[in-house]
């Protein structure tokens, strides 16, 4: 039953429920800082000790070595470790896995810009949800089932190469796979298809943010400058591209990221030449060097470190 009870003068009239759960609910509405501590605990908890600690456990080992004759590691601070980081083999893994995430981010810049501007600006009603269901609906899939589905597309039985020998264009395809830069004899082997299953993947991580961007660009803002005598070129590099540009930075955030990290693509259809996050699996796995696998996995937090501080200067934060 409940008794409403008065208190000095001055104080509210306040409901009070008898029993544990009443004193425990009086607590709470008394001390409402007392409920939101409760509240957070639990994932605060997780967060500092099972994702950050583990960050810091990772970081520590990297400061340690390997004994090249017991294969033991030798828990001593040191920066041998990163000093390997340095040598021509290690330093070719990140070149590489730098400049794959560069180029996959700036392709997926390119062919985002224009769907996500045909979204925010003509798309309406049932076009828009076509649209938000075309980008959303790779999504839904299997990633690994997506892979294997482009190892068969780029194999050299595949649909490209017999495109190509349809059109009579197979030369262009042997004159393209015989590049060094390409890596391979078939594109289910080299950095091509690599760089073509990355862009697949994580294109709809940059669609989205560029075309949230776009819709808040105001279209009085384009009026305005077509009526003012700019070019449609003009008004893409003054106007359009400099207020899209926050979207475009929150999406590289996706695309550099996830190419920078990631172990299955470049395992199932790069080449020999290994990526960061496949010199981590081989490190730790078949050579059983934790340290160097550890500073290898320092390497792509500490870029995106650098990266992330950039991006919010750009203001990239508002745009997700």
């Known amino acids: 039953m409940t008794v409403l009870t008065v208190?000095?003068?001055?104080s509210s009239i306040l409901p009070r429920r008898g029993g544990f759960a009443g004193a425990l609910s009086d607590a709470f509405w008394r001390h409402p800082l007392l409920l939101l501590i409760l509240m957070l605990t639990p994932p605060l908890l997780w967060l500092g000790i099972i994702y950050i600690g583990s960050l810091i456990a990772l970081l520590l080992q990297s400061f340690f070595s390997i004994d090249d004759f017991s294969g033991v590691v030798n828990p001593e601070f040191t920066l041998a470790?990163?000093?390997?980081?340095?040598?021509?083999?290690?330093?070719?893994?990140?070149?590489?896995?730098?400049s794959m995430?560069?180029?996959?981010?700036?392709?997926?810049?390119?062919?985002?810009?224009?769907?996500?501007?045909?979204?925010?600006?003509?798309?309406?009603?049932?076009?828009?949800?076509f649209f938000y269901l075309g980008v959303m609906l790779p999504l839904w899939s299997s990633y690994l089932v997506k892979v294997y589905a482009w190892k068969l597309i780029l194999a050299k039985e595949g649909i490209v190469t017999w495109v190509f020998a349809k059109l009579h264009l197979g030369f262009v395809l042997e004159a393209i796979l015989s590049l060094p830069v390409i890596g391979g004899n078939s594109?289910?082997?080299?950095?091509?298809?690599?760089?073509?299953?990355?862009?697949?993947?994580?294109?709809?991580?940059?669609?989205?943010?560029?075309q949230a961007a776009l819709e808040r660009v105001p279209a009085n803002l384009i009026e305005a400058s077509a009526d003012l005598g700019a070019s449609p070129r003009q008004t893409f590099r003054t106007v359009l591209l400099p207020l899209a540009?926050?979207?475009?930075?929150?999406?590289?955030?996706?695309?550099?990221?996830?190419?920078?990290?990631?172990?299955?693509?470049?395992?199932?259809?790069?080449?020999?030449?290994?990526?960061?996050?496949?010199?981590?699996?081989?490190?730790?796995?078949?050579?059983?060097?934790?340290?160097?696998?550890?500073?290898?996995?320092?390497v792509p937090i500490v870029i995106m470190g650098l990266y992330l501080a950039a991006a919010k200067r750009l203001g990239a934060f508002d745009a997700l």
């Open 81 to 98: 470790t990163y000093a390997q980081l340095l040598n021509g083999t290690n330093l070719d893994i990140i070149l590489r896995t730098v």
């Open 187 to 210: 594109l289910s082997v080299s950095y091509l298809g690599t760089f073509l299953v990355f862009v697949y993947i994580w294109l709809p991580y940059m669609i989205l943010p560029t």
């Open 245 to 298: 540009l926050p979207g475009i930075v929150a999406g590289s955030i996706f695309t550099f990221s996830l190419t920078l990290g990631d172990y299955i693509i470049p395992q199932i259809i790069g080449s020999s030449r290994l990526f960061i996050g496949q010199a981590v699996y081989a490190q730790q796995g078949t050579a059983g060097n934790v340290p160097l696998a550890a500073a290898f996995s320092v």
């Open 101 to 129: 995430a560069a180029l996959v981010t700036l392709a997926s810049a390119v062919l985002a810009f224009p769907i996500a501007y045909y979204a925010a600006r003509y798309a309406k009603g049932r076009w828009k949800a």
């Open 7 to 10: 208190d000095t003068p001055g």
